[in-house]
């Protein structure tokens, strides 16, 4: 009964700006670990941003200081702001979910394309 559904992809040029929504059904929002992950066509599949249930916010390396995570728990969803955009961001992104009761889960992940 838990879903994970993401949304917010597409295709901006370099330096521009995309919002994905994380949004899950079947939990609360209080009682998940919330996170984004890209995979890269050839690469491995990286943390780029986390949410901690207390709020705690971490970052990789290559986003830190352009994306930034938040949550809204009467949606119960998630958002990945992602500023100033360069072509290495280019990737599948997808949401995971681990909630106290349930477990883990991934959304199926949506395309952010960066390029002129």
């Known amino acids: 009964q838990v879903q994970v559904v993401e949304s917010g992809g597409g295709l901006v040029q370099p330096g521009g700006s995309l919002r994905l929504s994380c949004a899950a059904s079947g939990t609360r929002f209080s009682d998940n670990n919330w996170g984004w992950y890209r995979q890269a066509p050839g690469k491995q599949r990286e943390m780029v941003a986390v949410i901690l249930s207390g709020g705690e916010t971490n970052y990789g390396n290559s986003v830190k200081g352009r994306f930034t995570i938040s949550g809204d728990s009467a949606r119960n969803t998630v958002y990945l702001q992602m500023n100033n955009l360069k072509p290495e961001d280019t990737g599948g992104y997808s949401c995971?979910?681990?909630?106290?009761?349930?477990?883990?889960?991934w959304g199926e992940g949506t395309q952010g394309t960066v390029s002129s």
């Open positions: 995971y979910i681990n909630n106290v009761h349930k477990g883990s889960y």
